[in-house]
């Protein structure tokens, strides 16, 4: 089969490989969409790579059709419309039985990246969700992305009536400020430096977006809040100034989330003080825990096909990251 391999910082290949073997609890699925993700590009310059050695398969926002399941798999049939989860969990350690299962203690000997960008991918059944009828295969490859928003507003602390503030309107952006408004947020703001992905916010339901390059986003942010600041504070574009940006819109009694993979050695001012004074909570989101089958639920209610701007056959594969750091894309869908 085709697939796209990650070869090195840098530099990525379309290559002919073999198709995995299906193991009795195995899973092979024809992929058919694929979706660019931010830690797609994180692996590709070099922040953030899986255990193991180069070659590695690259892509993991995926959905496609089964073509072969394992002996002992009973309840997923081949020519079902499926998505799978990109990380095996071994379901038996501390953290696994204790609610933690994205920290599972096998997780890095468990985690083999299949291949998102590539003709087909061979995964446990464990890994697989079937896509009920109505989505179509563009909105099912959002199931990963969604899992881990979703996880993040479970986090958020949010209730409906709050003030949510979302800094960085790529994909992660675009579908927290959906999320957040189904959530209940009352006043939403995004910053995002790019006019034709403000202009996709506010199309998306965004009362105010600010343009953090040209305006200043404090003013713009408490002057809205009515001076009281926002609740809930999201930076979802792993940039250093839009770190600082969402600490400094924080109100009173605020969540700050940062969700984005950023520089490893990046530290940024933030002051205990500060913290103290406003009570505010700072989280993070790793990976999505037993989110996919709300996120599932989610796709129907949610605005995904505005996201793709663009299409590439597999074949152009690897052109796909260099056309991520143009900063023009939301959304890149990979039709393997
Ligand atoms: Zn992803
Ligand atoms: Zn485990």
Known sequence: MKALLLKGIRDVALEEVPVASVGPHDVKIRNKRGLLCGTDHSQYVGTFTPPGEYPFFIGHEISGIVEEVGTQVQDIKPGQMVVANPVLYCNECYRCRNGQQHFCEKLIDLWKPTGGFSEYMVVNRQQVFAIPEGITLDQAAFAEPVSVCLHCIDMANMKPGMSVA?????????????????SGAALTLVSEPVESKRDLARKLGADVVVDPTNEDIMQKAFDVSKNRGFDVVIEAS????????????????????????????????????IMYYKEMTIKAVFFSPYSFPRAINMLPKLELDALITHHLPLEKAADVFELHETGEPVKIMIEC
């Open 166 to 182: 979302i800094i960085g309107a790529g994909p992660i952006g675009l579908l927290l400020l959906q999320l957040a408004i189904r």
């Open 238 to 273: 792993g940039n250093e100034k839009a770190a600082m940006d969402a600490y400094n819109i924080t109100g009173m009694k605020s969540t700050l989330f940062f969700f984005a993979v950023y520089p490893i050695e990046l530290t940024l001012p933030i002051s205990p003080f």
